[in-house]
């Protein structure tokens, strides 16, 4: 992430996501962190594979990890999707996704490595575009991109929140989508 990104505001929110001010990016993800509003975007080719990606190493919060397809904070007052749409665009190159907010995953992680931390009211929405989509990963926000099968996934992060290799979002980002059944035949009941 630049430093024009780290000074770039963000929204906080009240527990149950009500709007209650701003803050920098900087200053929501240090010390014990500040609730603020995020999103996970997931991306799917169909009913099996979701695309991650590995995070660049320069990212201030869990470089080097392996997450969702794309993540992010809307400026304040920003719409959620509009903002999505947007990352999708600065980090995949990706155009606009059709993308459905299917609930929310409330988080808190510490990144030991950069001393970083977040605390996120994190809105979790679903596309599904096609396994050739044309990307252009921005390096300075992705060192790579894999299609992998959402089983696969699962079993990897199963009895965890994060491992070694995943961001500590992931499961339950993933969860959440699983949840609300928006991947035919592998929702949890």
Same mark, same amino acid.
């Given at each position: ?8 505001? /963000? ?7 009500? %709007? &209650?001010?701003?803050?920098?990016? +900087?200053?929501? =993800? ?7 509003? %995020? @999103? ?6 169909? #009913?099996?594979?979701? !695309?991650?990606?590995?995070?660049? *190493?320069? *990212?201030?919060?869990? $470089?080097? *990890? ?9 400026? #304040?007052?920003?719409?959620? &999707?509009? +903002?999505?749409?947007?990352?999708? @665009? ?15 995953? $409330?988080? =808190? ?19 599904? /575009? ?6 252009? $990963? ?9 299609? /992998? ?24 980002? !993933?969860?959440?989508? !699983?949840?609300?059944?928006? &991947? ?6």
């Amino acid at each position: 992430m630049s430093l024009m990104s780290e000074l770039d505001l /963000v929204e906080l929110v009240s527990p149950d996501g009500v %709007a &209650i001010g701003s803050s920098t990016v +900087a200053d929501a =993800h240090t010390a014990d962190g500040l609730l603020h509003r %995020a @999103f996970s975007v997931l991306l799917f080719d169909g #009913p099996e594979r979701t !695309l991650l990606q590995r995070r660049a *190493k320069s *990212k201030t919060r869990f $470089p080097l *990890k392996w997450a969702n397809a794309c993540c992010g904070h809307p400026v #304040p007052g920003e719409p959620v &999707i509009d +903002a999505a749409n947007r990352r999708l @665009f600065e980090e995949l190159g990706v155009r606009e996704v059709d993308l459905v907010e299917v609930g929310v995953y $409330p988080y =808190h992680a510490e990144d030991r490595s950069t001393g970083r931390v977040e605390r996120e009211y994190d809105h979790v929405l679903v596309g599904r /575009v096609p396994a050739d989509v044309v990307m252009a $990963p921005d390096g300075a926000e992705v060192a790579a991109t894999r299609w /992998v099968a959402v089983s696969e996934l699962r079993a990897a992060l199963d009895g965890s929140e994060g491992d070694a290799d995943h961001a500590p979002w992931l499961r339950g980002v !993933l969860r959440v989508a !699983l949840d609300a059944g928006v &991947i035919s035949g592998l929702s949890e009941q």
